[in-house]
């Protein structure tokens, strides 16, 4: 389904994700009557999620608009590897997953 947003467009953004966590914080508050102390939870993994993305990102060829709103600057470009590589997208995976995995052990057991 395409809905009209380019990848690494406004999604790619600190301030978009700030704010999408934010809604995602409130609607677990709100909506799915979670206490504050897990709905903070939520907005951190959202956010957390959003910024490592957004750093592998950085470590690609291309070069996006980190700030956006704020600042139309593009940032990144440095060039480790290229989005398309299977076996880095893998690794990161991986990585956050278990990264993911702990936090959950350590938040609730």
Known sequence: M???LKHRGVT???PFA???SVV????SLYL???NIIDSIMIFSIFLSGFVSHILGDLLTYMKFKVFF???NKKY???GLFKSSDRKVNETILVIGVLLFSVLVYFTYF
């Open 18 to 20: 700030v704010a999408f």
């Open 24 to 27: 995602a914080m409130l609607v």
């Open 69 to 71: 709103p704020i600042s």
């Open 32 to 34: 799915f009557n979670l």
């Open 12 to 14: 790619h953004s600190l």
């Open 2 to 4: 395409y809905i009209g």
């Open 76 to 78: 990144g470009g440095i």
